[in-house]
T-cell receptor, first 114, second 113 residues
């Protein structure tokens, strides 16, 4: 079945540091890939998405590229801020193509210190 | 503004009681979902519904029930059969287009007294 493996946290960085959170997936077909962010006590917000190989999703300085050859969708940001502290989830749309169901990674807690 | 409303934000249950969590959306989405979130385990799918009057079990449906009588509403009942109900519950919705993401509510935290 489909699965997502993401970098285990917690990750602690200083402000303005470079961020990478690794995400790899197992799926058949051509699923869409997503990164969601969860701030404390809140639901999930879509951060970015990519729907086909070599697509780059970007939002708020975050980027991720859909790499089919390495089955990866790593999240990056060049300079993190304290306000980026949150839990980040990588997710995979079901590979049947409908993307009705999402498979989530376990989440990575990011803490950014001033 | 369109969105998903979950209520209440915090809910307490006594042993042996059923409780119902509310999820309402005004996004005109056909598909709706319930997830359970536990620390370190990510999100696990409980039930989902692709259309009114139809729903399917997810990966951890035991001890839960749902209904979908209206497009905008997808309530989740946590029954007494669910032996470990303490968790954060998230509702989501989606339009049918395959590339569109799921949108989430702010969640309900359920605790056992």
């Amino acid at each position: 079945g489909d699965s997502v493996t993401q970098m285990e946290g917690p990750v602690t960085l200083s402000e303005e540091a470079f961020l990478t959170i690794n995400c790899t997936y197992t799926a058949t077909g051509y699923p869409s890939l997503f990164w969601y962010v969860q701030y404390p006590g809140e639901g999930l917000q879509l951060l970015l998405k990519a729907t086909k190989a070599d697509d780059k999703g970007s939002n708020k300085g975050f980027e991720a590229t859909y790499r089919k050859e390495t089955t990866s969708f790593h999240l990056e940001k060049g300079s993190v801020q304290v306000s980026d502290s949150a839990v980040y989830f990588c997710a995979l749309g079901d590979s049947g193509g409908s993307n009705y169901k999402l498979t989530f990674g376990k989440g990575t807690l990011l803490t950014v210190n001033p | 503004d369109g969105g998903i409303t979950q209520s209440p934000k915090y809910l307490f249950r006594k042993e042996g009681q059923n409780v119902t969590l509310s999820c309402e959306q005004n996004l005109n989405h056909d598909a709706m979902y319930w997830y359970r979130q536990d620390p370190g385990q990510g999100l696990r799918l409980i039930y989902y519904s692709q259309i009114v009057n139809d729903f399917q079990k997810g990966d951890i449906a035991e001890g839960y029930s749902v209904s979908r009588e209206k497009k905008e509403s997808f309530p989740l009942t946590v029954t007494s059969a669910q032996k470990n109900p303490t968790a954060f519950y998230l509702c989501a919705s989606k339009i049918p287009s395959s590339n569109q993401p799921q949108h989430f509510g702010d969640g309900t935290r359920l605790s056992i007294l």
